[in-house]
C-alpha cells in the first residue's frame, strides 16, 4: 500500500503544481508575460521578480504567466488576455494598433540584422542570389527571420528558410557546418565573431533598424501606464528587471522612454506575411 502511494507522489506533485498555478493565475488582477524563449523554471526566474516589484507598485497582483509555446503565446496575444508583454517591437506595434497597447519602456539602442554568406561562395553576392536557396534563420515569426523576408519583394522568387532552435549561435553553428548558403545573424554577433570567423563570411545585405525590445501594458492599465514607465525607467525599475537585463541587454541594463509613433508600420511585419496574423 505504501508501495503504490509513493509510486504515485511525483505525478500528485505535479497535479498540486499545476492546480496551484491555475489557481495563481485565476487570481491574479494583471498577468506578465514574454514569449517562450526560457523553459519554463528559467521564465519565472527571469520575470517573476519583475511581477513582484510591479503587483507592490500598482497595489494589485500581478502574476507572471509562461506560455506553453509559440502557438499558445500569440493566440494569447491576439485575444488581448495579457496586460503586460516584454517582446519584439513587431508585436509591440500590432498590439498597439490592435489592441490599443501603449509602449512604455525599451530597452536601448536598436534592432538590426546582417544576412551572410561564406566569402568564398562566390555564386552568392547579392540578396536574389539566394532566391530558392536555404537560410538558416530562427522560427517565424522571428524578427529577424522576418525582417529578411522583406528583402525578398518578389513572393515567387524566395529563399527557403531552415529553421533553427537554440538562439543566435545556434543558426550560425548551423550555416558554418555547411546547412545553407547563408544565415540571418543580430548585427551585434555578426560583429562579436572573431576576427578569423568575420573574415570567412561576407554581408550579402543589411535589414533596415527597428526599436530594440519593448514592454508594453493594456488598456486596463491605461491610467497607470505612466506610472509604470517611470517605474521601468528608473534605478529601482531596473532592479526589479535583473534578471531580464541580464540575458537581453548585458551591455545597457536598464530601459529607456519610447512612444507609439516609433512603433508606426512595423506590424506589417507580421500581417498578411506570417501566417494566422
Known sequence: MLEKALRYTPQLFCVLLNILFITSIANADYILTAPPRENGELGKETY????????????????YQQPNGWFDYTQKMRDGRYDI????????AWRVKHLQHIPIAVLPGTLDFV??????????????????????????????TSLVYELFENPVLQPVIEEVRGGMQEVYNSFKNGHCRAAILRNDNYENLPAAEQASVKVI??????????????????????QIADFMVSQEG??????????YSKS??????????RYKGIEDLLEGVVWGW
Open 115 to 144: 544576412l551572410i554568406a561564406k566569402a568564398n561562395d562566390q555564386e552568392i553576392t547579392k540578396t536574389k542570389d539566394l532566391n530558392g536557396k536555404k537560410i538558416c534563420g530562427m522560427l517565424s515569426p522571428n524578427l529577424g
Open 85 to 92: 508583454i516584454f517582446d519584439g517591437p513587431h508585436f509591440a
Open 205 to 226: 545585405a543589411k535589414t533596415k533598424s527597428l526599436p530594440n525590445q519593448t514592454i508594453t501594458v493594456s488598456k486596463r492599465l491605461e491610467k497607470n501606464a505612466q
Open 252 to 261: 545597457a541594463p536598464y530601459f529607456e522612454t519610447t512612444s507609439s509613433d
Open 238 to 247: 531596473a532592479l526589479a528587471a535583473q534578471g531580464l537585463l541580464s540575458r
Open 48 to 63: 517573476e521578480p519583475l511581477a513582484n516589484y510591479l503587483s507592490q507598485l500598482l497595489g494589485d497582483k500581478v502574476v
